[in-house]
C-alpha cells in the first residue's frame, strides 16, 4: 500500500506561481511511476503531468506545457509540481498519483494509488 498526501494549494491570482508537494510512504518511492491529475467542477479528472522512476522522463497536457514543472526527489520520497504563470483555467483539486509499473502515467488507467487532493483556485 502507498499512501499519497498533497500540499501547497492555495488561492493566487491569475500569473501567479504555486509549488505543490507529494509526500509518499508505503514503498520504495524511486519504484513508483508518479503523476498529478486534476479535477475541476462538474469536469472529469484529467492528466496534468506525469514522471518516470529516475525523473529523466516528463509528459505534460498540452494545457500546461511550458507553464509547469514536474520534479521528484527520491531521497525525500516526495513529487513536486512546479506551477507558472496560473490561469483562472487552471482551477481545480490536484491529485498525486502513482502507479506500480507500466511505461507511464497518462490516464487515470494507470493509477494504482491516489492521494486526497488539494484545491488551487486562480482568480482573475
Known amino acids: 500500500q502507498v499512501q499519497l498526501v498533497e500540499s501547497g494549494g492555495g488561492l493566487v491570482q491569475a500569473g501567479d506561481s504555486l509549488r505543490l508537494s507529494c509526500a509518499a510512504s508505503g514503498r520504495a518511492f524511486s519504484s513508483l511511476l508518479m503523476g498529478w491529475f486534476r479535477q475541476a467542477p462538474g469536469k472529469e479528472r484529467e492528466f496534468v503531468s506525469s514522471i518516470s522512476w529516475s525523473g529523466g522522463r516528463t509528459h505534460y497536457a498540452d494545457s500546461v506545457k511550458g507553464r509547469f514543472t514536474i520534479s521528484r526527489d527520491n531521497a525525500k520520497n516526495t513529487l513536486y509540481l512546479q506551477m507558472n504563470s496560473l490561469k483562472p483555467d487552471d482551477t481545480a483539486v490536484y491529485y498525486c498519483?502513482?502507479?506500480?509499473?507500466?511505461?507511464?502515467?497518462?490516464?487515470?488507467?494507470?493509477?494504482?494509488?491516489w492521494g486526497q487532493g488539494t484545491q488551487v483556485t486562480v482568480s482573475s
Open positions: 498519483a502513482a502507479g506500480r509499473g507500466g511505461f507511464g502515467i497518462t490516464t487515470t488507467n494507470d493509477v494504482d494509488y
